[in-house]
Structures are given as structure tokens and as C-alpha cells.
């Protein structure tokens, strides 16, 4: 019997289909089950360790913006001294840059004692404090190693205030320095280094030649 080219083709591959069929009946092929994978396959050239902690990543990863997106209810509150970033976005008119404005401040800075201390961070004035007041609580403890720090300073020094180490609630204790002008020697201190004589208290805000002199004998440097 002659076969022409496109018969051989025909025979070649029926023969090659059966014996193939053959071979996967007899266990020598692959089966089902050698496509399958799970978390715990590696892929290759990664190990399955690694691919099980990057799912736990993502999956956490969506949790938070989740719990970021969620808004407060009327009578949740946050202590924004130990809140992370994630949780302080919840806050009305608190978006993320000052979420992490808010913590990096804080441990700059030392703890907020009430809502007004929210005001050293940038971006952050009375109006946006003013709608956060309802939403915030402050660790008791928070206040009582703030002002324990501040007492100290004072009592080390002779009843002075150390204008380069004080934190806005100590610098209160400052006869003629309240909560702002506080928050702003704070501010001119961190941006413009420390401050070396009382005459470099006038770079502050605030603080002219009448306020200098009445506060002239209560700090140091």
C-alpha cells in the first residue's frame, strides 16, 4: 500500500497521540494533579516563603486603607499621642501627609496636651483643631510625664527654662508665654537651629524687645 505525504502525516500523529495516551495510563505521564499549585508552591525562582509573606502584605496592606477609609462615628475618639498614621487619617480634614505630619511632630516635639498643641504641626490651624476637638481624648499619662519633664528642666536649672530642650508645655511656664508664641519658638528653633543668647529670641514670631526683657530672666540657653 502507497501512502502519499499527507496519509504518512495522518499515521505519524494518530500513532504519537496513542502512544502518548498509552504512557499517561501507565503512570509514566503527567497527571492532573502536576499542574495543580497552592500558596505554599513556589514559583520559580522564588521560594514559597517568600511568596506566602508578600499575600500576608497585600492582604494587611488593603486592611489599613480599608480602616483608613472608614470615617469616625459621633462618639469614637483617637488619642492622637498614640494613634498610628492609618488611624489619625479617620480624623476630619486629616488626610495622610498630615496623619505622618502628626506623628513625626509628636515624636520631634514630645506628646500633645490638649487639642491647641495640634496646632504646632504644619498645615494643622485653630479652624481644623476646632473640628477635632470632639474627636480626640489625651492619655492621663501622656500629661503627667510631660509635665514631670517640664518641672524638671526648670528645677535643674534654677527655675530657668532651657529654651533649647523645653517642649511647648514647658516653655508655658514662662511668665508672658502662651500656648502660640510657645509653639513658635518651637518652630523657629527647629528651623533655624538653637538659640544661642536671648537676642536670638527675636527671630520668634512674637517676640519683640517688650518680651524679651520680661522674659529675659526666666530662661537660659
Given at each position: ?13 494518530a ?25 505554599s ?10 511568596l ?64 491647641g ?36 528642666l ?10 533649647n ?8 511656664q ?38 524679651l ?9
Amino acid at each position: 500500500m502507497h501512502l502519499n505525504g499527507t496519509e504518512l502525516r495522518s499515521l505519524l500523529l494518530a500513532t504519537g497521540l496513542l502512544l502518548l495516551g498509552t504512557a499517561a495510563r501507565l503512570g509514566f505521564g503527567p497527571g492532573p494533579d502536576d499542574f495543580s499549585w497552592s500558596e505554599s508552591s513556589p514559583l520559580p525562582g522564588r521560594p514559597a516563603r517568600d511568596l506566602s509573606e508578600t499575600l500576608r502584605e497585600v492582604t494587611r496592606g488593603a486592611s489599613e486603607e480599608e480602616l483608613a477609609a472608614r470615617p469616625l462615628s459621633p462618639d469614637e475618639q483617637l488619642d492622637p499621642n498614640l494613634a498610628p498614621a492609618t488611624h489619625l487619617r479617620r480624623l476630619p480634614g486629616i488626610g495622610p501627609a498630615r496623619a505622618r505630619a502628626i506623628v513625626k511632630e509628636r515624636e520631634t516635639a514630645g506628646f500633645y496636651l490638649g487639642p491647641g498643641d495640634l496646632e504646632r504641626v504644619p498645615g494643622i490651624g485653630p479652624r481644623t483643631v476646632e473640628a477635632l476637638a470632639p474627636h480626640l481624648s489625651f492619655d492621663s499619662r501622656a500629661n503627667s510625664s510631660s509635665a514631670g519633664r517640664g518641672q524638671s528642666l526648670a528645677d535643674r536649672f534654677g527655675g530657668r527654662v532651657d529654651v533649647n530642650r523645653a517642649q511647648i508645655k514647658e516653655l508655658e511656664q514662662i511668665t508672658g508665654i502662651g500656648p502660640a508664641l510657645a509653639a513658635r519658638i518651637v518652630a523657629t528653633r527647629r528651623t533655624l537651629g538653637p538659640f544661642r543668647n536671648a537676642q536670638d529670641l527675636l527671630r520668634v514670631p512674637g517676640i519683640g524687645e517688650v518680651v524679651l526683657e520680661r522674659i529675659r530672666g526666666q530662661v537660659r540657653f
